[in-house]
């Protein structure tokens, strides 16, 4: 193929727009039929700008292996043009106010991810198990006593990993509610159901930054032993922290430290449902509870996309990506790619998923991931040997988001030992 062809993605399909993201089994069969004929297409579709569409896994990895060629400015995420002109307009840059470590490139990207990485890997995780272990039984003991029925993404996995992420954080339990509220209107803020007010977040970002800015200046006051004063009195460079900085760090740990493994859990309890003999496995061989929790999240893959920009001309395939122009690579397209996975479809808790990218890949892949790993580990190794029976009592209801996803329903029937 001439490399200054662009293969346009087929009129029929649409796999980025939040809506497709409602209908599962669609998009994973468009998003199959685009693995095998057009693993890359170009895409110039209202209401975004144009864009490298990437659904190959080893593409993908390609991509964030190259973290010097392929950064995350100017453009992170899929966002109308229409509100991302008006942010240029309002506040100079895209991301306004917030700065975060997903918008940063080396060099200075490696600095502030230092700043929290005490918390998520090592020594610093392991002080975290016994609480965490404490929460999930806590939630499993509300599944006992609620009868054999919930909603297991409203009652349980929405409410466990944010009790875990306030807690890191030192944010008053009471207060979880409205995080709640906030997250979900900024990371989902393409479903009707959830978003505020038709802004893509922008409405809910200033009402969540000024309740983080007064818990920084508290910390900074009066720091404790919890990830907020870390942020609140850290250092780059020798310098403190900038207020802006340290802002948009807490609202980074708090939104995607909850939602993506909320998304993580609700998958995987669908998982169970839908898969029995997969519980099974588990059942008797709990030494798989790793395992699974890394195919849950290759399954459910919560992280719909990042979008990265190229720095100079790349040659993908046989496809010229030019200097300037963005590349977006499809997460769950990538995780269930048949020359990685067999069976991708289907969930299977004793799979190998060394291949997966849930977790992204590269200089850029989740400071967080054994923060989730160990949050499902703690839940489901606590509530599998108990199920004696698993069904679901409704249809699940996805969240319509192309960035961060999960269920907003997932009614369940359950017995337990």
Same mark, same amino acid.
């Given at each position: 193929?001439?490399?200054?062809?662009?293969?346009?993605?087929?009129?029929?399909?649409?796999?980025?727009? !939040?809506?497709?993201?409602?209908?599962?089994?669609?998009?994973?069969?468009?998003?199959?039929?685009?693995?095998?004929?057009?693993?890359?297409?170009?895409?110039?579709?209202?209401? @975004?700008?144009?864009?490298?569409?990437?659904?190959?896994?080893?593409?993908?990895?390609?991509?964030?292996?190259?973290?010097?060629?392929?950064?995350?400015?100017?453009?992170?995420?899929?966002?109308?043009?229409?509100?991302?002109?008006?942010?240029?307009? &309002?506040?100079?840059?895209?991301?306004?106010?917030?700065?975060?470590?997903?918008?940063?490139?080396?060099?200075?990207?490696?600095?502030?991810?230092?700043?929290?990485? &005490?918390?998520?890997?090592?020594?610093? +995780?392991?002080?975290?198990?016994?609480?965490?272990?404490?929460?999930?039984?806590?939630?499993?003991?509300?599944?006992?006593?609620?009868?054999?029925?919930?909603?297991?993404?409203?009652?349980?996995?929405?409410? @466990?990993?944010?009790? /875990?992420?306030?807690?890191?954080?030192?944010?008053?339990? *009471?207060?979880?509610?409205?995080?709640?509220?906030?997250?979900? $209107?900024?990371?989902?803020?393409?479903?009707? *159901?959830?978003?505020?007010?038709?802004? @893509?977040?922008?409405?809910?970002?200033?009402?969540?930054?000024?309740?983080?800015?007064?818990?920084?200046?508290? &910390?900074?006051?009066?720091?404790?032993?919890?990830?907020?004063?870390?942020?609140?009195?850290?250092?780059?460079?020798?310098?403190?922290?900038?207020?802006?900085?340290?802002?948009?760090?807490?609202?980074?740990?708090?939104?995607?430290?909850?939602?993506?493994?909320?998304?993580?859990?609700?998958?995987?309890?669908?998982?169970? $449902?839908?898969?029995?003999?997969?519980?099974?496995?588990?059942?008797?061989? !709990?030494?798989?509870?790793?395992?699974?929790?890394?195919?849950?999240?290759?399954?459910?893959?919560?992280?719909?996309?990042?979008?990265?920009?190229?720095?100079?001309?790349?040659?993908?395939?046989?496809?010229?990506?030019? $200097?300037?122009?963005?590349?977006?690579? /499809?997460?769950?397209?990538?995780?269930?790619? *048949?020359?990685?996975?067999?069976?991708?479809?289907?969930?299977?808790?004793?799979?190998?998923?060394?291949?997966?990218?849930?977790?992204?890949?590269?200089?850029?892949?989740?400071?967080?991931?054994? +923060?989730?790993?160990? *949050?499902?580990? $703690?839940?489901?190794?606590?509530?599998?040997?108990? #199920?004696?029976?698993?069904?679901?009592?409704?249809?699940?209801?996805?969240?319509?988001?192309?960035?961060?996803?999960?269920?907003?329903?997932?009614?369940? &029937?359950?017995? #337990?030992?």
């Amino acid at each position: 193929m001439n490399t200054a062809a662009r293969p346009s993605l087929p009129a029929h399909i649409d796999v980025f727009s !939040p809506a497709v993201y409602a209908d599962e089994t669609r998009l994973h069969a468009d998003l199959a039929h685009l693995r095998r004929h057009q693993p890359i297409s170009w895409v110039d579709r209202e209401p @975004y700008r144009p864009f490298w569409l990437i659904t190959r896994n080893e593409d993908v990895k390609l991509i964030g292996k190259n973290a010097d060629i392929f950064i995350n400015a100017p453009r992170l995420t899929l966002i109308p043009s229409a509100i991302e002109e008006a942010t240029l307009a &309002r506040n100079g840059s895209r991301t306004g106010a917030s700065r975060t470590l997903l918008d940063m490139d080396a060099p200075e990207h490696a600095q502030y991810r230092e700043i929290a990485a &005490r918390w998520f890997i090592g020594s610093g +995780l392991r002080k975290l198990t016994a609480h965490i272990e404490t929460i999930a039984e806590n939630f499993v003991q509300r599944m006992v006593t609620a009868d054999g029925k919930c909603d297991f993404a409203s009652d349980i996995a929405v409410w @466990y990993p944010l009790e /875990i992420i306030a807690s890191l954080l030192g944010a008053p339990l *009471e207060d979880a509610p409205f995080i709640l509220r906030m997250t979900q $209107a900024l990371l989902a803020s393409g479903d009707p *159901e959830l978003q505020q007010a038709g802004d @893509y977040g922008a409405s809910a970002f200033m009402e969540f930054s000024g309740y983080l800015g007064k818990m920084l200046a508290e &910390r900074q006051a009066r720091p404790t032993d919890d990830l907020t004063s870390a942020i609140a009195n850290a250092t780059i460079g020798g310098q403190p922290i900038g207020m802006v900085e340290a802002l948009s760090y807490v609202l980074l740990v708090i939104t995607a430290g909850h939602d993506t493994t909320s998304g993580a859990l609700a998958g995987g309890m669908l998982g169970f $449902a839908t898969h029995p003999g997969e519980l099974a496995k588990l059942q008797a061989d !709990p030494g798989l509870m790793r395992n699974a929790s890394n195919e849950i999240c290759r399954w459910v893959s919560p992280v719909r996309h990042f979008l990265r920009t190229a720095t100079e001309d790349f040659t993908l395939r046989d496809i010229t990506i030019r $200097a300037g122009e963005s590349a977006l690579m /499809i997460y769950p397209s990538a995780n269930r790619d *048949e020359a990685v996975f067999d069976d991708p479809d289907v969930f299977r808790v004793d799979r190998n998923t060394s291949g997966h990218v849930a977790f992204g890949y590269g200089a850029h892949a989740c400071i967080g991931r054994q +923060l989730a790993l160990l *949050e499902m580990d $703690a839940l489901f190794s606590r509530l599998a040997p108990r #199920l004696q029976s698993l069904e679901l009592d409704g249809p699940p209801v996805p969240i319509a988001s192309n960035f961060v996803g999960g269920y907003r329903k997932l009614p369940i &029937r359950y017995t #337990l030992r």
